[in-house]
């Protein structure tokens, strides 16, 4: 498989003919033509609405459904489908807590044939996945958060995402945190940057 990182949680994965991209937002996002679009939850981020067409494969939970404009296949946790070989496992219903004062949103992650994991906005409890996306920065994370995920639930490899917010200087304090983090805790810390690509 090879891992794409695009802009913020935007991440293509694709092997063979098989493509999909997971979170293609109102950041940015790569062309769309051809892949399967896998969506973890309806905030702007993540999801921007004028980037899908009709004729398009898309999966989604019911919230992001309920707001895009063409139609998807609504998934939830334990609903389970394939992308011709890619499988594709759905983690998960809550979005991490963004504050006491807003409810908390239905969010879904995605685990692509056992081995490459994104979570959306929340830290799926999954150990020794093969190659994690770890979201690193937001409102509702800090980098305690991130330590807590790697001490507890160490993936063999990880690739920080969801740092569109941070400017050049922010991003290189992230490497520098995500690496120290990396080696205390065991997990291989992999620095893509925006259009860079991993094979595992």
């Given at each position: 498989?090879?891992?794409?990182?695009?802009?913020?949680?935007?991440?293509?994965?694709?092997?063979?003919?098989?493509?999909?991209?997971?979170?293609?937002?109102?950041?940015?996002?790569?062309?769309?033509?051809?892949?399967?679009?896998?969506?973890?939850?309806?905030?702007?981020?993540?999801?921007?609405?004028?980037?899908?067409?009709?004729?398009?494969?898309?999966?989604?939970p019911r919230s992001v459904a309920h707001s895009i404009p063409v139609?998807?296949?609504?998934?939830?946790?334990?609903?389970?489908?394939?992308?011709?070989?890619?499988?594709?496992?759905?983690?998960?219903?809550?979005?991490?807590?963004?504050?006491?004062?807003?409810?908390?949103?239905?969010?879904?992650?995605?685990?692509?044939?056992?081995?490459?994991?994104?979570?959306?906005?929340?830290?799926?409890?999954?150990?020794?996945?093969?190659?994690?996306?770890?979201?690193?920065?937001?409102?509702?994370?800090?980098?305690?958060?991130?330590?807590?995920?790697?001490?507890?639930?160490?993936?063999?490899?990880?690739?920080?995402?969801?740092?569109?917010?941070?400017?050049?200087?922010?991003?290189?304090?992230?490497k520098k945190f995500l690496t120290h983090l990396g080696e205390t805790?065991?997990?291989?810390?992999?620095?893509?940057?925006?259009?860079?690509?991993?094979?595992?």
């Amino acid at each position: 498989m090879k891992i794409t990182r695009h802009i913020h949680a935007c991440v293509e994965i694709s092997q063979g003919n098989d493509r999909i991209i997971i979170d293609p937002g109102t950041f940015g996002a790569p062309d769309l033509d051809g892949a399967t679009i896998l969506i973890t939850h309806n905030h702007a981020d993540h999801v921007d609405p004028e980037l899908l067409k009709p004729g398009m494969t898309i999966y989604a939970p019911r919230s992001v459904a309920h707001s895009i404009p063409v139609e998807c296949h609504i998934v939830e946790h334990g609903r389970n489908f394939t992308v011709g070989s890619l499988s594709v496992e759905v983690l998960g219903s809550e979005h991490a807590m963004l504050t006491h004062s807003i409810p908390i949103a239905e969010n879904v992650g995605y685990l692509i044939n056992g081995r490459v994991l994104h979570p959306g906005d929340t830290f799926q409890p999954i150990k020794d996945v093969e190659l994690a996306l770890v979201p690193v920065n937001g409102p509702w994370v800090k980098m305690l958060d991130v330590e807590g995920y790697l001490k507890k639930f160490p993936p063999k490899r990880f690739i920080g995402i969801h740092d569109g917010i941070v400017n050049d200087r922010g991003l290189a304090i992230n490497k520098k945190f995500l690496t120290h983090l990396g080696e205390t805790y065991g997990s291989e810390y992999s620095p893509l940057e925006k259009g860079e690509s991993l094979e595992i």
